[in-house]
């Protein structure tokens, strides 16, 4: 087998540590970029270093933003009583793609997962819970637990489910997104319609 020059070989090796992407994709990708012109590749490293460098996370929804605070949590048209609680910043996209929802989010960073080693000290559940607890005292409030339909999604919206019911205040709703998810799916990769389904058909828990 032939020996691929050095500079080829890392690249593949980068790309290979992408989700979905294996030794053949990643092979390819090198090679269509090889071909490609130099001004393309060097907007395409300039805007993956900008993502490090300009993109920062919103102080109080955790999503990702430009500035101190995410648009959505600086627009006064949105609900700040309602909050759609979710694993990723991606999966924030997916519910502002289909549209409709008015309220604002909370990122928790990830899902508690044992075998991961991610407890819910590794995720924004303190946050959460400190945020309800300041918004709380004037009137009711709807708390949407929208993790993904898997084992750790559900432990996770259960975990939290918990210790917002531990403050006990009567003004709190807490529901969780309905059943039109499969087992095991992912929000990012749900269609519109069927999250759109999910998201109208969230029961109080
Ligand atoms: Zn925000």
Known sequence: MVELPKS??????????????????????????????????????????????????CKTCFSVCEGEICSICDDSERNKKIICVVERAIDVM?????GGY???????????????????????????????????????????LATNPTMEGEATALYIKKRLESLSDKNIKISRIGSGLPMGADLEYADQATLSRAMDGRREI
Do not use: C, Q
């Open 102 to 144: 008015k309220g604002v989010y909370h990122v928790l960073g990830g899902v508690v997962n044992p075998l991961e080693h991610v407890g819910p000290d590794d995720l924004k559940i303190d946050e959460l819970v400190k945020r309800v607890e300041e918004i709380v005292t004037d009137g009711e409030i709807e708390i949407i």
């Open 94 to 98: 997916a519910i502002e793609n289909i």
């Open 8 to 57: 080829i070989k890392n690249l593949i090796a980068a790309f290979e540590r992408l989700p979905g992407i294996g030794p053949k994709s990643a092979s390819r990708l090198v090679f269509y970029l090889l071909n490609t012109p130099e001004s393309y590749v060097a907007e395409m490293a300039r805007s993956l270093l900008a993502i490090k460098k300009e993109i920062k996370i």
